[in-house]
């Protein structure tokens, strides 16, 4: 991640995407480099998202244990 200014902050949300604050890149488990251009972003955990490396809300219909 590259910072915008300061560390960034990581939210976990349950059964849901990482909130990402305050960063300007992402890069994701290949090494790609995803520029981010607002504040917050929902970067996706269940790996089901078609919009990867962003949250689509996917894993609302993953069922949980």
Known sequence: ????????RLQECPD???????AET????????????RPVVAVCRCDKSQRQPWCDGTHKF???S
């Open 1 to 8: 991640m590259t910072l915008r200014s300061g560390e960034p």
């Open 16 to 22: 849901g995407p990482l909130l990402v604050r305050g």
């Open 26 to 37: 992402w890069t994701d488990d290949d090494g790609v480099e995803h520029p981010i251009t």
């Open 62 to 64: 993953i069922p949980t």
